[in-house]
């Protein structure tokens, strides 16, 4: 359902002195000047992740981000439902409170970020070619960030970043940020869908969605997440790769490797797209030299295409 989020309140009363001891400042890169204090837990720790601003009208904004599986469950494979989300709430309320000194209601705070969020467990054989074939998709208005063989962002065009997709194997995130075996092992197969939006976006899509505010109560709910998935599937033509438009494509895989297989397999559906066009193929990071290797091999292995 929901990944990560930050909610936000302003409000006149200020924050406890004595209760800022241990928080840091956060420094402006030209100036050097301090512009917000910020609280972090321990590494490890999954705590949320607390900010302090004075606006320019002597108003104090407290804002509170995290991760409600990773804090709660100590999993980031573990996606909470409504009933842990409340709970989560609850707690956020209570720890802002603890660490600031002021109340802080979590449940009518301000949604400024939230990333939407769905697994879809593919088979460890599929997550690559999942991956590849949303890679090439052209979505309008929105412009590709990063591509290699594990995951594929789409950020919307404009400068402001107010909304983005990321499709991604769980199996090479976990490698890359846990060293929990199990957890990375429970991750082999999944790919993950994150739907973010930021403060803008959030209010475009309470306002697209006719809901009755930005705060999190409204917000950050079953059906408003199981509303963006959805549209999100559509976007990205997910139904029509999980009607088993993926097949095993083990020869390249058994013969080649695991990472060898992953980069021929991108290749192929790429080439599909591209034809020829090494310019377009330069955009995804694979010269003209590899792209005759990659042809190479593949005729080598008798796997020319996708069909």
């Avoid at 209570?94 to 109340?103: A, D, I, L, R, S």
């Avoid at 705060?215 to 997440?225: I, P, R």
């Amino acid at each position: 359902m929901i990944d990560t989020f930050q909610v936000s309140r302003t409000q006149a009363r200020a924050p406890v002195p004595e209760k800022l001891d241990n928080w840091q400042p956060l420094r402006d890169n030209k100036t050097g000047e301090p512009y917000a204090l910020c609280f972090n837990s321990p590494k490890g720790e999954h705590k949320p992740r607390l900010t302090i601003t004075k606006n320019p009208n002597e108003f104090w904004i407290i804002r509170a981000e995290v991760s409600p599986g990773s804090w709660l469950f100590n999993s980031n494979l573990h996606l909470v439902n409504e009933a842990e989300l409340d709970r989560g709430l609850h707690l956020l309320s209570e720890y802002v409170e603890e660490k600031t000194g002021v109340p802080f209601d979590a449940h009518s705070a301000r949604v400024t970020r939230v990333d939407f969020t769905r697994d879809f467990d593919v088979g460890e054989n599929n997550v690559i070619p999942f991956i590849a074939q949303v890679s090439i998709l052209d979505l309008q208005k929105y412009k590709k960030i990063c591509f290699d063989n594990t995951s594929v962002y789409f950020r919307n065009a404009g400068k402001e970043l107010t909304k983005q997709y990321k499709i991604y194997s769980k199996y090479h995130e976990r490698l890359a940020n846990s060293k929990d075996i199990d957890e990375q092992e429970r991750a082999k197969g999944i790919v993950r869908l994150e739907v973010s939006f930021r403060k803008s976006g959030v209010n475009r899509l309470a306002e697209s969605l006719g809901l009755q505010s930005h705060c999190a109560e409204h917000v950050l709910t079953k059906d408003v997440s199981d509303k963006v998935i959805e549209r999100a599937m559509k976007v990205l033509e997910f139904e029509k790769i999980l009607k088993g438009q993926i097949s095993d494509y083990n020869t390249l895989f058994q013969t080649k490797g695991f990472n060898e297989g992953s980069k021929l397999l991108s290749f192929l559906f790429l080439k599909a797209k591209l034809g020829n066009d090494y310019e377009k193929f330069a955009l995804f990071g694979i010269t003209k030299r590899t792209c005759q290797r990659y042809w190479k091999l593949c005729k080598e292995l008798g796997v020319l295409s996708l069909e």
